[in-house]
């Protein structure tokens, strides 16, 4: 029997895909560029290898699909996916799908979908999260392709898809690079709540005094309540771990410098070049890349010295200022959506995005419950702070990040994300900023001139007399 997708890349997130594939009884072909790999991961497959149909050969592998052919690749980004397209077209028909399920830069995605159509072929961007077990169990996924690639996937991705109220995360989000947009954005909050919640953790450590197992109860209380996420559930877990080797809790070995792939920064990158600034996602990858200068972090500790001084904060107040800085970085991610969005025409639905992130993705939580209802209730101007039930939530969760914010900042922890999306919310909430005093800066060394409140039109002031 042919196959109904064929999967290519049998690395940890292809091989757990195929199974989660084949546990919903549907035929995979699969194969890799090691063939060795393939027969161990159907010796691992146990009763699923019955869905499974092994490859050696790319020929084979194509020739055992049905038609039009779904082929999707688990292969790293870039050149690779480039190859491989190269590899594979020639063995393609008009109307055959393939699709890129990796971290792919949405800018190389639509490169490919264009060339791709020149010969009648579809190119899908799908963003997928949820790390190994989603991908085995119910991951999130995000799709960007023609109506034709879609109407071929969705029978087969809404059957392995994470479930939330009984509806599949999963969603068709637009033409071409939109899906991994939709996921680099992902990525981005991912990046800002992971570098909140350690700079939370670093508050209760070092200014509070609390061992890691003490801040891995708060962190399990939390999961009971508003703050429930996924990242604060495997963090608790974190925080309970002990190092088998020395008996030590397992974060006081594990070297404290962050690895990064991309999809955050790109974020940032994305995010400027839309002429927004996603302050807190850029926070939070600037602290990585300041995470992993430990040898000059180490020099500049002896030289500057590195106290920290103690801290008066309830847990209530940390649990409140995480609150609202989760908030924010959501809605700073929402907003270069938006900005995209109107940039490629994509027409994303913001509310569908919200609903498809509520289960199997990394960073799904109680909060994005709240912000799907948000965003199809229509927020003011669009914003999302700006929606009735998350400006009442702000209102009370504001007051305990100012609090945080600086305490931490008066006695020297750094809190990169926290003070920034205090910042961002601080600065949009001013009617009337302090822009006046750039424009006739501007105005002053080189001519570029102002509007005047009220009035349309260019102006200059009367500094040259
Ligand atoms: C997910 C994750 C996943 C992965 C990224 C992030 O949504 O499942 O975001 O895609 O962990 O590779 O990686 P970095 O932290 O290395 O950038």
């Not at 779904?70 to 397209?85: A, K, N, R, W, Y």
């Not at 979908?113 to 169990?137: C, D, I, P, W």
């Not at 424009?439 to 080189?446: C, K, L, M, W």
Request: charged fraction near 20%; aromatic fraction near 6%; include cysteine.
């Amino acid at each position: 029997t042919t196959a109904q997708i064929g999967i290519y890349g049998l690395g940890t997130m292809g091989s757990a895909l195929a199974l989660n594939l084949a546990e919903q009884g549907i035929d995979v072909a699969v194969t890799n560029r090691e063939p060795e790999r393939i027969a161990q991961f159907m010796e691992d497959s146990g009763d699923l290898s019955a869905h499974l149909r092994p490859h050696e050969t790319l020929a084979d592998f194509v020739a055992g699909l049905q038609v039009p052919r779904v082929v999707l690749f688990m292969i790293p980004s870039g050149q690779p996916m480039d190859e491989m397209i190269e590899w594979i077209v020639p063995l393609l028909d008009r109307g055959d799908t393939i699709i890129d399920a990796g971290n792919a830069d949405f800018h190389d995605t639509r490169r490919r979908a264009a060339a791709l159509a020149e010969q009648e072929l579809h190119f899908v961007g799908m963003g997928m999260s949820g790390g190994e077990q989603g991908a085995r169990h119910g991951p999130s996924m995000m799709v960007g392709g023609s109506d034709h690639s879609w109407r071929q996937l969705s029978p087969i991705l809404r059957r392995i898809a994470a479930r939330f109220n009984d509806q599949p995360c999963v969603a068709h989000l637009g033409r071409d690079g939109a899906g991994h947009f939709v996921k680099t954005v992902h990525n981005g909050i991912e990046y800002a709540d992971m570098q909140m919640i350690s700079e939370v953790y670093g508050l209760m450590r070092n200014g509070l005094g609390r061992p890691p197992h003490e801040i891995g109860d708060v962190f399990d209380g939390w999961n009971d309540g508003p703050l429930a996420s996924y990242l604060i559930e495997i963090t608790a877990r974190i925080l309970h771990s002990i190092d088998p080797e020395t008996g030590h809790p397992m974060l006081d070995v594990i070297k404290d410098s962050a690895g990064q792939k991309g999809t955050g920064r790109w974020t940032v990158i994305e995010a400027l070049r839309l002429g927004q600034s996603a302050s807190t996602i850029e926070a939070a990858v600037g602290a990585r890349s300041w995470s992993s200068e430990k040898d000059t972090r180490q020099i500049a500790e002896e030289t500057l010295g590195g106290a920290r001084l103690g801290l008066d904060l309830s847990v209530q107040s940390l649990a409140d200022a995480l609150m609202a800085a989760r908030i924010l970085a959501h809605a700073q991610g929402f907003r270069v959506l938006t900005a995209a969005s109107r940039e490629h025409d994509w027409q994303l639905d913001l509310a569908r995005i919200a609903e498809i992130w509520r289960a199997g993705c990394i960073i799904r939580s109680a909060l994005l419950d709240d912000v799907a209802a948000a965003f199809h209730a229509g927020p003011r101007a669009g914003e999302l702070i700006l929606a009735p039930a998350v400006a009442e939530r702000l209102a009370l969760c504001v007051p305990a990040l100012r609090e945080v914010v600086s305490a931490a900042v008066h006695s020297g922890h750094a809190v990169p994300a926290l003070s920034a999306a205090l910042a961002w919310y601080d600065t949009m909430r001013q009617g009337y900023g302090t822009a006046n005093v750039i424009q006739a800066q501007r105005d002053v060394f080189g001519r570029h001139g102002f509007e005047r409140l009220g009035q349309g039109g260019e102006f200059h002031g009367p500094w040259w007399d």
